[in-house]
C-alpha cells in the first residue's frame, strides 16, 4: 500500500511561487507515474499536470502551461509541483496521486493512490 503525503501548500499573493511536495513510502516509487489533481469550492476535482515512472513524459493541463513544472526524485521518493505566476483561479485543495499506468493518470481522475490534500490559496 502506497502513502502520499502533500506539503508546501500555503498563502500567496497573485503572481507569486509556491512549491509543493509529496512524500511517498510503502511501495515501489520509482515505477509509479505520478500527477497533481485540484477541487476548487463547488468544483468537480481536476487533472493538473501528470510524469511517468522515469520522467521522461509530463503532461499538464492547458490553464498552468508554462506556468507549472511537475518533476519527480526517485532517490527521495518525492514529486514536486513548482507553481509559478499563481493567480486566483489556481486556488484548490491540491491533490497528490499515484497510479502504475501513466496513462490513467491523463484520462482519468480516478488514480490508485491518493494523498490526504494541501489547501493553496492565491489571493488578488
Known amino acids: 500500500q502506497v502513502q502520499l503525503v502533500e506539503s508546501g501548500g500555503g498563502l500567496v499573493q497573485a503572481g507569486g511561487s509556491l512549491r509543493l511536495s509529496c512524500a511517498a513510502s510503502g511501495g515501489t516509487f520509482s515505477s509509479y507515474a505520478m500527477g497533481w489533481f485540484r477541487q476548487a469550492p463547488g468544483k468537480e476535482r481536476e487533472f493538473v499536470s501528470a510524469?511517468?515512472?522515469?520522467?521522461?513524459?509530463?503532461a499538464y493541463v492547458d490553464s498552468v502551461k508554462a506556468r507549472f513544472t511537475i518533476s519527480k526524485d526517485n532517490a527521495k521518493n518525492t514529486v514536486y509541483l513548482q507553481m509559478n505566476s499563481l493567480k486566483p483561479e489556481d486556488t484548490a485543495v491540491y491533490y497528490c496521486?499515484?497510479?502504475?499506468?501513466?496513462?490513467?493518470?491523463?484520462?482519468?481522475?480516478?488514480?490508485?493512490?491518493w494523498g490526504q490534500g494541501t489547501q493553496v490559496t492565491v489571493s488578488s
Open positions: 496521486a499515484g497510479d502504475r499506468n501513466y496513462r490513467k493518470m491523463l484520462v482519468t481522475t480516478t488514480p490508485d493512490y
Open positions: 510524469i511517468n515512472w522515469n520522467g521522461a513524459l509530463t
